[in-house]
């Protein structure tokens, strides 16, 4: 499916998607009301150009930490670093030393 079937079906059938776009209420309406013309090809090119903006808009933060210790303190050290948000992390363990690598996906910051 193309890209720009893909803004106008998401106009057409998500409102969450459509309040992204204040202030475009009435083209968004006249986009609506006949998706095929080509004369709304402007209006999905705005669409297209304002999403490109609030993907780059960095509202999602990646911060990296390692922790390098023994493994009675791993507990401790992890909820001592603990954020809200999603964490992805790898373990790596010789003998009683741990090595933990975490990624945690901060929004909004």
């Not at 409102?15 to 209006?43: Q, W, Y």
């Not at 603990?82 to 909004?108: K, S």
């Amino acid at each position: 499916m193309s890209r720009r079937k893909q803004i106008i079906d998401r106009i057409l059938y998500d409102p969450g998607f459509r309040s992204l776009f204040t202030g475009m209420e009435d083209e968004l309406a006249r986009l609506a009301a006949d998706p095929g013309c080509p004369c709304n090809s402007k209006i999905i090119d705005r669409v297209d150009h304002r999403l490109a903006g609030l993907a780059n808009e960095g509202s999602i933060n990646n911060e990296w930490r390692v922790i390098d210790c023994h493994i009675s303190e791993l507990e401790g050290l992890l909820a001592k670093h603990h954020r809200h948000g999603r964490r992805n992390f790898a373990i790596a363990r010789d003998g009683d030393m741990v090595v933990c690598v975490l990624n945690e996906t901060i929004e909004g910051e």
